[in-house]
């Protein structure tokens, strides 16, 4: 059974440069899409993008300027890198297995990102 | 995007009911709809995709209906571990979008 674990730090000022990671274990890594997904209070559940092994990305428009999804150097991994971060990112961020006809069903156990001065 | 509406927003239910949750989309979305479970502290859990279909280990007391634009899940016994917030997302065209959420509350 898959499992994905996600890492990443917990607290940044505004403007800096969010990076999480995450790392499948237990399925495969190709054959698949990898998301990233956020939750707030304000919005909440919010696709931010997606890329599968071969590094082909699909991005939310509403955040396309300032993220990137990559596949990691490190096999079965992907990370998101979210720049120019404000208040308004604070989130918990998920990373999430895209199945099939795009529904996610597995997930990382989450990251609280709180954005403050 | 296609806005995802769910209603109601909150309800109580006792344990033994059968509770009902809709969700509408903003546009026709064929079958391309899916819902998840969510409980305080952990993340959302798959438990119907293409409208109708059961998750692998999810129980049987959920279904879900609909086509386009309406759709439905249903929880036909509600019981102890039933309590949490449902969410429906369309996997039509993206951006994928999810509903607001309904929080299942004990009478």
């Known amino acids: 059974q898959v499992q994905l674990q996600q890492w990443g730090a917990g607290l940044l000022k505004p403007s800096e440069t969010l990076s999480l990671t995450c790392a499948v274990y237990g399925g495969s890594f190709n054959g698949y899409y990898w998301s990233w997904i956020r939750q707030s209070p304000d919005k909440g559940l919010e696709w931010i993008g997606e890329i599968n092994h071969s590094a082909s990305a699909n991005y939310n428009p509403s955040l396309k300027s300032r993220v990137t999804i990559s596949v990691g150097t490190s096999k079965n991994q992907f990370s998101l890198k979210l720049n120019s971060v404000t208040a308004a990112d604070t989130a918990v961020y998920y990373c999430a297995r895209v199945a099939w006809y795009r529904w996610f069903d597995s997930w990382g156990q989450g990251t609280l990102v709180t954005v403050s001065s | 995007d296609i806005q995802m509406t769910q209603s109601p927003s909150s309800l109580s239910a006792s344990v033994g009911d059968r509770v009902t949750i809709t969700c509408r989309a903003s546009q026709s979305i064929n079958s391309y709809l899916n819902w998840y479970q969510q409980k305080p502290g952990k993340a959302p859990k798959l438990l119907i995709y293409?409208?109708?279909s059961l998750q692998s280990g999810v129980p049987s007391r959920f279904s879900g209906s609909g086509s386009e634009t309406d759709f439905t899940l249903t929880i036909s016994s509600l019981q102890p571990e039933d309590f949490a917030t449902y969410y429906c997302?369309?996997?039509?065209?993206?951006?994928?979008?999810f509903g607001h959420g309904t929080k299942v509350e004990i009478k």
């Open positions: 293409s409208a109708s």
């Open positions: 997302q369309q996997s039509y065209t993206t951006p994928w979008t």
